[in-house]
């Protein structure tokens, strides 16, 4: 069973700051299969970047994801006010066929 | 515009049932895997159900397997989901998503709260 974790649990930036979200699987993942999601409270979530570097539609280009194998990364180059969120890491493949992490709540400071 | 709109949440006894509905617009519903996801109350998301898009394949968390069914009708473009026994564990938002590219859950709808409570 493929198990995501995410660090930290909690990032408290300013905006304007970088933000560096983590995504460790305990196996290999197939790049073509890791995404990420944010989740703004009361919402669904919203898919921001697939196979693990590429851009949804209309995610703007301060959202960059990297990685390859067991770890991910999500990166946030200059955060807006409407960046503060959960994120949500998620790969496909064997079972469970989807696997989420935990989250990482983006917080203002 | 592509949307999912769920349906048939609510308050529910411990045993009890529920059947939640998924309908779909805006895209070829038929062409299109689709899965639930859930979410409890403060926590995390947790994929639950998968099925594709002529209802010959399935597969269910662990967490829901024997308990929940997943079935589709293309021609009212529509997804559902059969979940008995309910316990206090199933509470949760629930959510269906259409499956993209890669694999990649691309279009959410707004979720359907179902809470099991005494």
């Known amino acids: 069973e493929i198990v995501l974790t995410q660090s930290p649990d909690i990032l408290s930036l300013s905006p304007g700051e970088r933000a560096t979200l983590s995504c460790r699987a305990n196996?290999?993942?197939?790049?073509?299969?890791l995404a990420w999601y944010q989740q703004k409270g009361g919402q669904a979530p919203r898919l921001l970047i697939y196979?693990?570097?590429s851009r949804a539609t209309g995610i703007p280009d301060r959202f960059s994801g990297s990685g390859s194998g067991t770890e991910f990364t999500l990166t946030i180059s200059r955060l807006e006010p409407e960046d503060f969120a959960v994120y949500y890491c998620?790969?496909?493949?064997?079972?469970?066929?989807?696997?989420f992490g935990q989250g990482t709540k983006l917080e203002i400071k | 515009q592509v949307q999912l709109v769920e349906s048939g949440g609510g308050l529910v006894k411990p045993g009890g049932s529920l059947r939640l509905s998924c309908a779909a617009s805006?895209?070829?519903?038929?062409?299109?895997?689709m899965t639930w996801i859930r979410q409890g109350p403060g926590k995390g998301l947790e994929w639950i159900s998968y099925?594709?898009?002529?209802?010959?394949?399935?597969r269910y968390a662990d967490s829901v397997k024997g308990r929940f069914t997943v079935s589709r009708d293309n021609s009212k473009n529509s997804l559902y989901l059969q979940i008995n026994s309910l316990r206090a564990e199933d509470t949760a938002m629930y959510y269906c998503?259409?499956?993209?590219?890669?694999?990649?859950?691309?279009?959410w709808g707004q979720g359907t709260t179902v809470t099991v409570s005494s």
């Open positions: 998503a259409r499956v993209g590219l890669w694999f990649v859950l691309d279009v």
């Open positions: 805006g895209f070829t519903f038929s062409d299109s895997y």
């Open positions: 099925i594709s898009g002529s209802s010959t394949y399935t």
């Open positions: 196996q290999n993942v197939s790049s073509s299969y």
């Open positions: 196979s693990a570097s």
């Open positions: 998620q790969q496909y493949g064997s079972s469970p066929i989807y696997s």
